[in-house]
Nanobody, 124 residues
Framework: QVQLVESGGGLVQAGGSLRLSCTAS????????MGWFRQAPGKEREFVAA????????YYADSVKGRFTISGDNAKNTVILQMTSLKPEDTAVYYC?????????????????WGQGTQVTVSS
């Protein structure tokens, strides 16, 4: 069982930046693909970004490409989502997730473990 805890959410003005962290209880994150998803009120949970350490690969949703960066520190069992040039439409609860395969998958139901989520609100 892997426990994931997100932090770093908050309120920011449009154009601003936030840094989300996800700390895992696993011995190592190298056997997982780590992903970030988000869910706005009344909407389905959507993929944001994913990474794995097998080939240092990353993948992003088109809506965040060029603005968000996913990275990891395996020694600290932490995955970071650096968000810049934030827009009001980025407002959502952001979730960290872990997938026991090393495929960069974008569907929420492919992920095995989830954090509790952290709120990100971008004001216009």
């Amino acid at each position: 069982q892997v426990q994931l805890v997100e932090s770093g959410g908050g309120l920011v003005q449009a154009g601003g930046s936030l840094r989300l962290s996800c700390t895992a209880s696993a011995r190592t994150l190298k056997i997982y693909t780590m992903g970030w998803f988000r869910q706005a009120p009344g909407k389905e949970r959507e993929f944001v970004a994913a990474m794995n350490w097998s080939g240092s690969s990353t993948y992003y949703a088109d809506s965040v490409k060029g603005r968000f960066t996913i990275s990891g520190d395996n020694a600290k069992n932490t995955v970071i989502l650096q968000m810049t040039s934030l827009k009001p439409e980025d407002t959502a609860v952001y979730y960290c997730a872990a997938d026991r395969t090393l495929s960069l998958r974008t569907r929420a139901y492919d992920y095995d473990y989830w954090g509790q989520g952290t709120q990100v609100t971008v004001s216009s």
